[in-house]
């Protein structure tokens, strides 16, 4: 089953609540995202630890439920 892009945005914001996401359905069918995702969170974190933290946020459902998710992170200060 499909995950929703309100689900997803959900997961993100609840472990990394100050960020803010914007998620977007590449394909119409529930299985290919992009989002992109600010949150304070990651300064001074490197590009894949940023992108690691939104995979734990997203609690093992990469690559299972979610097939496919272009991910943008970034500070609010860039």
Same mark, same amino acid.
Not at 59 to 64: H, I
């Given at each position: 089953?499909?995950?929703?892009?309100?689900?997803?945005?959900?997961?993100?914001?609840?472990?990394?609540?100050? #960020?803010?996401?914007?998620?977007?359905?590449?394909?119409?069918?529930?299985?290919? @995202? %992009? &989002?992109?995702?600010?949150?304070? #969170?990651?300064?001074?974190?490197?590009?894949?630890?940023?992108?690691?933290?939104? @995979? %734990? &946020?997203?609690?093992?459902?990469?690559?299972?439920?979610?097939?496919?998710?272009?991910?943008?992170?970034?500070?609010?200060?860039?």
């Amino acid at each position: 089953m499909p995950m929703d892009a309100r689900e997803i945005e959900s997961m993100i914001k609840a472990a990394l609540p100050d #960020a803010t996401v914007e998620i977007k359905d590449l394909a119409g069918d529930g299985d290919h @995202y %992009a &989002a992109t995702v600010v949150s304070g #969170a990651f300064k001074g974190k490197s590009r894949v630890q940023q992108h690691q933290m939104v @995979y %734990a &946020a997203l609690q093992g459902r990469m690559g299972g439920v979610l097939h496919a998710l272009a991910l943008t992170t970034q500070t609010p200060d860039n």
